[in-house]
């Protein structure tokens, strides 16, 4: 249990000591098996003290990142054991990176600028979340990252009610010592069944500043078709007391390199539902693409889009049409096999 407390904390990258918490027959069994891990240069506690049931860790970000779980596609789906599919997987390191813009807000519905407004989706918001996960039921998701932003956790939770796998997306908590020793989680078994989802402002929509709240067709109307698409569009002009796309792909292109690209490397699948320009600038670092080449990409909501990362490199492999869609799944020998094993577990 104790490791699997570890491992889980591991494989997230959270930090430091995670404090004292109240005993309980739990954490008195978990205390019985006191006890250090060290793992390159990784080290935890586990243990009892006069004040309960302690865990506390100490490491170097870098060096968890390094070390995260390598858990398999296939791992995944089954017990741990060694398959010669997922020996071949852990050599070459890929995973599967799925986008997702947001289903439409109850604002996208009114026509209003949203920018950072914290505004929930809509009916048909939810709708296309849900349609959305049933597109990539099939495909394997270890890690979720969103948005600070209602909408994208909306989208990415009710995505993953469609999941063929099941597993439950948990919210990390580690805005303070307390929420994070809080929202432990001291079952092996509950852990395996588990996805950690890691909220990030970073991953925004960019913020629109004054014109957060105005309607776009009436904004067009009052200041010209020309000013407002320059503001919506351009890469480098922001709109009055905003971000430009460029100031936002400066955060949302530093969290991906920072947070997600080490997961990814260290072979993890990961979703991140998010915005359309959080979610451009992410693309415009993926597909290399220029200021130019940005300025015309749209995305739509709820569509996922597809990205096989190997060896450093990112594949873009379009969206899924949906569940039953062979193509998708011969993207990649792993994912043939992740979806052959969800087969043989449904029947
Ligand atoms: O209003 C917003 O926050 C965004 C996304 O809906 O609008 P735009 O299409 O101008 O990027």
Known sequence: MAAAAAAFHQSIGTPHSVGHVN????LQELAKSSVRFISKGFEIDIGLSKRGCYISSKRNVSVIRASASQASVIDIVSSPSHTKANDSRKKSNEAAL?????????????NLFTGCVDVPLSKKGVEEAIEAGKRISNIPVDMIYTSALIRAQMTAMLAMTQHRRKKVPVIMHNESERARAWSQIFSEDTLKQTIPVVADWR???RMYGELQGLNKQETADRYGKEQVHEWRRSYDIPPPNGESL????QRAVA???????PQLLAGKNVMIAAHGNSLRSIIMYLDKLTSQEVISLELSTGIPMLYISKEGKFIRRGSPAGPAEAGVYAYTKNLALYRQKLDEMVH
């Open 246 to 249: 460029e100031m936002c792909a």
């Open 98 to 110: 799925i986008l997702i813009r947001h289903g439409e807000s109850l604002w996208n519905e009114k």
């Open 255 to 261: 969290y991906f390199k920072d947070q997600i690209e």
């Open 23 to 26: 005993n309980s027959g739990l």
């Open 203 to 205: 991953l925004n929509e």
